[in-house]
T-cell receptor, first 110, second 111 residues
Framework: AQRVTQPEKLLSVFKGAPVELKCNYSYSGSPELFWYVQYSRQRLQLLLRHISRESIKGFTADLNKGETSFHLKKPFAQEEDSAMYYCALGHGGSQGNLIFGKGTKLSVKP | DTAVSQTPKYLVTQMGNDKSIKCEQNLGHDTMYWYKQDSKKFLKIMFSYNNKELIINETVPNRFSPKSPDKAHLNLHINSLELGDSAVYFC??????????FGSGTRLTVV
């Protein structure tokens, strides 16, 4: 069964500290993985997709098929990074259905 | 121009009422979705439409009925509202590459 696991409900770090939000997935096919961010009371926004191998707002994520992980990392957290982060798995062909993890709330303290 | 717009943003209503939430996208995407975000911030897909045709219909009460008059619109009608329906409902659209664009959400409160 397809599943996305984000083990941490809440992650609290100090400004300037490194941050890693964990994501593990379960999928028998070739996965498409994404990170979405939701700032307080705003819409979800696409942050990263694994196929792009990009860095957005200092965040990076590497797909590790051996460990079935797609952890989100940033070397130096900023207060404005405080938000809900969702890992998502794409499957289901051309219709693009996404399965979301339960989300991790990142709190960056001054 | 807002890419995916939902109305209303806030909806407070009594139990037993019937209400609708509207969604429109101007991105030319073929696929539209409704997601429910509960009080624990868990996001779960409810429905997916591709070019006006129902593709995904997850296990939701049949009090929820989506309607897609054309591929740019996907409305959600809810009959006999219950307290447990209180949540934020997000509309989204996508085109092949899985990059979803979300609406700003409709916060439904049933009292």
């Amino acid at each position: 069964a397809q599943r996305v696991t984000q083990p941490e409900k809440l992650l609290s770090v100090f400004k300037g500290a490194p941050v890693e939000l964990k994501c593990n997935y379960s999928y028998s096919g070739s996965p498409e993985l994404f990170w979405y961010v939701q700032y307080s009371r705003q819409r979800l926004q696409l942050l990263l997709r694994h196929i792009s191998r990009e860095s957005i707002k200092g965040f990076t994520a590497d797909l590790n098929k051996g460990e079935t992980s797609f952890h989100l990392k940033k070397p130096f957290a900023q207060e404005e990074d405080s938000a809900m982060y969702y890992c998502a798995l794409g499957h289901g062909g051309s219709q693009g259905n996404l399965i979301f993890g339960k989300g991790t709330k990142l709190s960056v303290k001054p | 121009d807002t890419a995916v717009s939902q109305t209303p943003k806030y909806l407070v209503t009594q139990m037993g009422n019937d209400k609708s939430i509207k969604c429109e996208q101007n991105l030319g995407h073929d696929t539209m979705y409704w997601y429910k975000q509960d009080s624990k911030k868990f996001l779960k897909i409810m429905f997916s439409y591709n070019n006006k045709e129902l593709i995904i219909n997850e296990t939701v009460p049949n009090r929820f009925s989506p309607k897609s008059p054309d591929k740019a619109h996907l409305n959600l009608h809810i009959n006999s509202l219950e307290l447990g329906d209180s949540a934020v409902y997000f509309c989204a659209s996508s085109q092949d590459s899985y990059g979803y664009t979300f609406g700003s959400g409709t916060r439904l409160t049933v009292v």
